[in-house]
């Protein structure tokens, strides 16, 4: 990762350095040391400490007193609630998505793009014993993922390529799409039966569905259907689940007033 650079004179660096440093923490990283943040952030042990300790004072991080590693803590979570209530879409998709995640038997989620990453913004989990959870909030490679090729299949190709790290794109089992090639002609599959498919590409056994929320919006968002694979064959995604699916995102359309907008897509800023 680059190093920190100097702010701009509209901008404040310390701050600046401190939410980059908040976003260190991922899925694959959740705990940090001193060392890790201060090599990431390219910063002097005393500069990363400080930021740490400003942090976690905050309640932005806590610290683990036995192995003196950092995670993420409960202010995260308190900004969460007026995030989405600013989106608006999860507050009024909360019940069609309960009613697609009853229906089905299997988890349903939300999710908009932010960059090249999925973003969850709401979740219903079905009452199985083997299933799926995604927390809202949880972010998720686009490449690998149902929820990102109906995400970006919403873009022109030029917009979606270019919110993608650079090629090849991370591996996370064989089955992954790592170039662009392969990945445009998957948007295009998308475009064309109108949902995306996701069999093994993020996790080995897990497989996905998912549709754009019909009509043009001023930014994307898409919802999914996600299971063991042993669950979600083909056949069953040709002739329910993807029925399933459009209906509930054209009733979310609908209830958001979606098909009012004559704005570009766009991701997340």
């Known amino acids: 990762m680059p190093g920190v650079t100097a702010a701009t004179p509209t901008t404040v660096q310390s701050l600046s350095r401190g939410l980059r440093l908040l976003r260190l923490f991922t899925r694959e990283r959740p705990a940090l040391t001193l060392a890790d943040c201060a090599s990431l952030l390219d910063l002097s042990p005393a500069s990363a400490y400080r930021l740490l300790n400003t942090l976690e004072a905050e309640r932005f991080l806590e610290r683990d007193l036995s192995s003196g590693s950092y995670r993420l803590a409960v202010g995260v979570l308190e900004l969460l609630p ?67 090729k109906s995400l970006l299949a919403q873009l022109p190709d030029e917009a979606a390529r270019s919110l993608l ?59 999914n259907i996600s299971s063991p694979t042993s669950r979600m064959p083909r056949k069953l995604v040709r002739e329910r689940f993807a029925g399933l699916l459009k209906e509930t995102a054209g009733e979310i359309a609908g209830l958001m007033g979606l098909l009012e907008f004559d704005a570009p897509r766009q991701a997340l800023p």
């Open 82 to 148: 007026a995030l989405l209530d600013g989106l608006g879409v999860p507050r009024l998709a909360q019940p069609p998505i309960a009613r697609l995640a009853e229906a089905t038997g299997e988890s349903a989620n939300l999710a908009a793009l932010e960059r090249g990453s999925v973003v969850y913004l709401l979740s219903a989990t079905s009452d199985r014993l083997l299933r799926t959870d995604t927390p809202p909030g949880l972010r998720l490679e686009a490449h690998c993922t149902a929820l990102g």
């Open 165 to 223: 790290a650079p090629e090849p794109y991370r591996a996370l089992t064989a089955r992954t799409l790592t170039s662009w090639d392969a990945l445009q002609r998957e948007l295009g599959i998308t475009r064309r039966r109108g949902y995306a498919l996701s069999e093994g590409e993020l996790e080995e056994g897990l497989s996905s569905c998912a549709v754009g929320l019909t009509g043009p919006t001023e930014r994307p968002y898409a919802i």
